[in-house]
């Protein structure tokens, strides 16, 4: 068995569940992942994710070994002995019911001050006031006389690796790829995401 596989985020949508509660979801391409390699005793593999047409001499080579085609993207994920180079994986190793972990990389928000960055209240916005959505004070006077590391200001905001824990799978259609997880994921659609087995709540699988 392995750990997680690779995908994308498709698109936010709703699904029925009962025929009469609707339920958000968001849709994952989850695989096909091919083992691309497996170290004698590791209880890890690397396993790739998409077709790469333009590849590299090294990466070409890296998945020629295991007699594969270059891969876009590549991960290293946890694995029993089961597991050998050439393996492939697809949507079809989870279940209704289980419990999963989705990481991604968020959505960059660009420049952004210190209201929205960090959920600042602001400053009066009557009575004279002028600050408005300034941050205030970041500083001392004479002493020490400059701004100290990690003070909250203004600057580039999101683009960050977010992991979105314990959502439950609604749906998974294996022969098409596609897995459907309630809530939402992080990034934009077409991003690409890793998808595992719940690291909280003791037993993940909902037949385990």
């Known amino acids: 068995m392995i750990g997680g596989l690779m995908g994308k985020k498709l698109a936010m949508t709703q699904l029925f569940e009962g025929g009469s509660v609707l339920v958000p979801v968001t849709l994952l ?13 590791s209880s890890s593999a690397q396993i790739g994710y998409e077709e790469d047409f333009s590849p590299t001499k090294a990466a070409a080579g890296h998945c020629a070994a295991a007699g594969l085609p ?7 994920t946890g694995c029993d002995d089961s ?19 989705v ?10 001050g210190a ?14 006031g002028k600050a408005h959505r300034r941050p205030g004070s970041i500083g001392q006077a004479s002493y020490p006389a400059r701004v100290w590391k990690g003070i909250k200001m203004a600057g580039r905001s999101g683009g960050g690796r977010i992991t979105s824990q314990g959502l439950r ?17 992080p990034g934009p659609r077409g991003a690409g995401v890793f998808i595992r087995y ?7 699988r909902a037949d385990g």
């Open 83 to 101: 597991v050998k180079p050439g393996d492939i994986f697809t949507a079809g190793i989870f279940k209704e019911g289980d419990k999963v972990d």
């Open 103 to 112: 990481i991604g990389t968020g959505k960059g928000k660009g420049f952004t």
């Open 70 to 76: 270059a891969m876009k993207r590549i991960v290293e």
């Open 29 to 41: 391409e989850v695989g096909p992942c091919y083992v691309v390699r497996r170290d004698d005793g």
């Open 169 to 185: 799978v609604v749906s998974v259609d294996a022969e098409k790829n596609l897995v459907a997880v309630k809530g939402s994921v």
């Open 198 to 204: 719940s690291v909280k709540g003791g037993g993940q």
């Open 115 to 128: 209201m929205k960055r960090h959920g600042f209240s602001g400053q009066p916005a009557s009575h004279g």
